[in-house]
């Protein structure tokens, strides 16, 4: 049975290594990961690096690998690969599964404003603080670039390009990431207001426990839309059982 994951995110890394643990159902595993980190955490099996080339490049992969299931493991806010991904497995007629983490809630004591994009965060951000700790990755950098009156800590895996904020300092750093140590950053560095996406999984999420507890307001930037129709699961246990009864 030929499987890939769409991957880049640690659901997909973990679900290739219990696919790997089971070399009894003799499965090949391709991960293919978009390439915008510049050294990631490669996981077991084959492993492509670049784009498809849309919906009809992948579909056409997928047909000349003879992939029998498909697998979205990308990261939430990767919307575009997975309408892809859905055109591309009925294009080839191969089954498709999303692997999607559960978003954060709310709990007791957060103050939380939730923003469509980038953008509306920006605009969030006047009225709720002015040295703002920003954890939505290195690329959208430029919805932020406008606001001269506000300092920036950018934490991203590899350096920021422009056009980004011209009061910026950036921390490289890659999770998971501790309570102790996010408490540490917001008081060292001063922040009064932190900006992140709704990215989901335990590795990010202390700092919102951080948060909570400093009485910081936090710009939660929502989930771009799903495609329709497609089967999912949360974990990566789920899918390896997904793709047993398949392999059947």
């Known amino acids: 049975m030929r499987v890939l ?4 995110t640690t659901e997909a890394r973990r679900l290739a290594e219990l696919l790997a643990a089971e070399v009894s159902l003799g499965m090949r595993v391709t991960t293919s990961l978009a390439g915008r980190v510049a050294a990631p955490r490669l996981p077991p099996g084959e492993v492509r690096i670049g784009g498809f080339g849309g919906a009809d490049g992948l579909a056409a992969w997928l047909r000349a690998h003879r992939v029998d299931a498909l697998v979205d493991a990308t990261h ?7 309408f892809n991904a859905a055109r591309a497995a009925a294009t080839a007629g191969v089954p498709l599964l999303a692997l999607r983490r559960p978003g954060w809630t709310p709990v007791e004591g ?58 910026m300092d950036v921390l490289l750093d890659r999770g998971p990431f501790t309570l102790e140590g996010e408490r540490e950053v917001l008081l060292r560095h001063r922040v009064d207001v932190l900006v992140t996406k709704d990215s989901g999984g335990a590795a990010t999420a202390p700092k919102l426990t951080a ?16 495609p329709a129709g497609v089967p999912t699961v949360t974990g990566p246990g789920a899918a390896a059982d997904w793709l047993r009864e398949r392999h059947g």
């Open 110 to 167: 957060d103050d939380w404003h939730e923003a469509g994009s980038l953008d509306e965060a920006a605009g969030l951000l006047p009225a709720l603080g002015r040295r703002v700790f920003l954890t939505t990755g290195r690329t959208g950098l430029a919805a932020f670039a406008g606001l001269d009156g506000h300092w920036f800590l950018v934490r991203s895996v590899d350096a920021p390009v422009p056009p980004h904020p011209a009061h």
């Open 76 to 82: 939430p806010f990767a919307g575009t690969i997975s």
């Open 5 to 8: 994951i769409l991957g880049g």
């Open 211 to 226: 948060a909570r507890e400093a009485g910081l307001p936090v710009v939660v930037v929502r989930r771009p839309p799903v």
